[in-house]
């Protein structure tokens, strides 16, 4: 008899049942604000093209976008690739400075050397630990040389599974430092409520 396999966490299915059943805790409903402080600092990038990875419900993208960075949102997950679709859809801004890309983050090599950014933010924790060496090679080779890596960590406390799974300040910059140069690295203080002491932001470029 065909055995069904229990759809993981590497799985677009196992997301897309998330987004179906609402169970979607991670989002919060806008733009994180330290990426939005960091933004508005003497700190903020110059416009450029940017790689969102695992967009989710695209509050990033958005925010991005409008400011004027061509922003391309990458999921696998179609409902999330819809909300974000809608999102930019509204704001006037899809097909003119942003694009979605329905897919797997880990094959992207058709994109090698094309983004001046990558963002992260609650993807990192969300993929199995075991590939979190693979992340770090993708987001090196999305980027063109000197391109920069800016994100917002979630950092989740020992646990076992996920997701989130457990992400530690130091677990970064083992697993970054061999391929970035990190310029920027603070601990923010306009967290929401629910993750102030936990996150990090880093800026990095790539070596
Ligand atoms: C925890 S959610 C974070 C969403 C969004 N970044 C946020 O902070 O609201 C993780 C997202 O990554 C997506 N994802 C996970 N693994 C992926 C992969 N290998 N390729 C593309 N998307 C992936 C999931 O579908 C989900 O939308």
Redesign the pocket.
């Known amino acids: 008899m065909e055995q069904t396999r229990q759809h993981t966490?590497?799985d677009?299915e196992?997301?897309?049942n998330?987004?179906q059943t609402k169970r979607?805790a991670?989002?919060?409903g806008q733009v994180?604000p330290p990426l939005k402080t960091l933004m508005n600092s003497p700190y903020a990038m110059p416009k450029g093209r940017m790689a969102?990875?695992?967009?989710?419900?695209?509050?990033?993208c958005l925010f991005f976008a409008e400011r004027g960075f061509e922003v391309t949102g990458?999921?696998?997950?179609p409902s999330?690739i819809r909300s974000t679709m809608d999102k930019l859809s509204k704001s006037g801004l899809l097909g003119k400075s942003a694009y979605l890309l329905e897919?797997?983050?880990?094959?992207m090599h058709d994109y090698d050397g094309y983004y001046d950014y990558v963002l992260?933010?609650?993807?990192f924790?969300?993929?199995d630990p075991s590939?979190r060496r693979t992340y770090a090679w993708t987001v090196r080779d999305l980027l063109k040389p000197q391109g920069k890596f800016i994100s917002l960590w979630?950092l989740i406390p020992d646990k076992q599974g996920g997701?989130?799974f457990a992400a530690h300040k130091t677990d970064l910059f083992d697993l970054f430092g061999e391929f970035f140069n990190i310029e920027i690295a603070y601990e923010p203080k306009d967290s929401v409520k629910d993750r102030k002491g936990h996150e990090f932001i880093t800026v990095m470029s790539r070596k």
């Open positions: 966490v590497e677009r196992f997301w897309e998330l987004y979607t991670w989002d919060l994180a969102v990875l695992g967009c989710g419900n695209g509050h990033e990458v999921d696998f997950a999330a897919r797997d983050f880990f094959k992260e933010h609650c993807s924790c969300a993929i590939l979630w997701p989130p």
